[in-house]
């Protein structure tokens, strides 16, 4: 039983409920537990199969149906550039894991203001009442607060700087938690499907059934992923670490993707949205220019 797994695991969890979720025809019912107000799901070990080669070895069958590739014949001469910028076919041993529900910011600290000394943050507390009655951006940026318009709420957070990643884990990562590697973080965010994106093979996953409304994906385990294709979360690598999930923003539309891959309302780069998406730039930025993209989604390992 999985309330069993609480004695091993770091102080603070407490097993809260066994919950069913649901993403793209797959259903699994797993574990969920809190620690310090924050959810964890119960993530099964597996051998699954990453990465992509080509359209045929990702093709699935839908009711004795094959599903083909999304790209116009004109485009086909992309797939030699995707297996450049995807990561390649391998069948790792992944072991059984707790996983954050909700990546949370790497950069930024969210905040009540309420809670806020008036005098300390008297400025932001002007522009905040400024913001909330505006009708313009989403988004507002200082160095060190910002404001961002969600769910009809303005969530509000404060800079958390670290010069680099030795000094940002050794404070947020406490005794037995770490960050996934690029093969369990494709594990966690595609559950194993074999399509480019693990909702099918459109770079759209707004048809994909997430298991609760979200502005994001919902993966099979239950994690939320979100909605925006830069955003990145920290993986684990053997030079320290990298990132997934997204792809450095030029206000074009992205590194190495076509117009099939492109939204016509605001030519995000989608491509990114894949799990198996490796962003060919991400060396051109250091820790600091990333830390307003990058998240991180701790897991205890079983």
């Given amino acids: 039983m999985l309330q069993d797994l609480q004695g091993s695991l770091p102080d603070g969890f407490v097993f809260r409920e066994m919950q069913t979720f649901e993403a793209a025809g797959q259903t699994t019912e797993t574990g969920v537990f809190l620690y310090k107000g924050s959810e964890f799901a119960f993530v099964p070990g597996d051998r699954p199969t990453l990465g992509w080669a080509d359209w045929a070895g990702t093709d699935e069958t839908e009711g004795g149906s094959s599903v083909s ?13 995707l297996r450049h910028i995807l990561s390649p076919v391998r069948s790792p041993e992944i072991g059984p894991m707790l996983a954050e529900r909700h990546a949370r910011y790497v950069g930024w600290t969210v905040v009540q203001p309420e809670l806020l000394d008036r005098k300390r943050h008297a400025r932001m507390l002007k522009q905040l009442e ?16 910002r404001f961002e318009r ?10 958390q700087e670290s010069e680099d990643f030795e000094e940002w884990s050794d404070s947020a990562l406490e005794k037995g938690f770490d960050l996934p590697t690029e093969d369990e973080w494709e594990y966690l965010y595609a559950g194993g499907r074999r399509t ?11 048809e994909a059934a997430p298991s609760e409304p979200t502005a994001g994906w919902s993966s099979v385990f239950g994690l939320l992923f979100p909605a925006d294709a830069v955003e990145k979360e920290l993986v684990r690598t053997d030079s320290q670490w990298s990132g997934k999930g997204g792809e450095e923003w030029t206000g074009k539309a992205g590194h190495g993707n076509r117009e099939w891959l492109e939204s016509t309302d605001d030519a995000w780069p989608l491509l990114s949205r894949s799990a198996f998406y490796r962003d060919p730039y991400e060396d051109e930025q250091e820790w600091g220019e ?6 991180v989604r701790r897991i205890v390992r079983l």
Avoid: M, T
Avoid at 69 to 81: L, N, V
Avoid at 196 to 206: A, H, K, L, T
Avoid at 290 to 295: A, G, S
């Fill in 69 to 81: 590739s999304p790209i116009p014949a004109e485009f086909k001469g992309e797939e030699d550039r």
């Fill in 130 to 145: 400024v913001f909330r009655a505006g009708e313009g951006p989403n988004r507002y940026y200082e160095r060190s607060y």
């Fill in 150 to 159: 969600k769910n009809g709420e303005v969530e509000v957070c404060l800079s």
């Fill in 196 to 206: 480019i994106f693990p909702w099918g093979e459109n770079p759209s996953f707004e």
């Fill in 290 to 295: 990333w830390l307003d993209q990058l998240h």
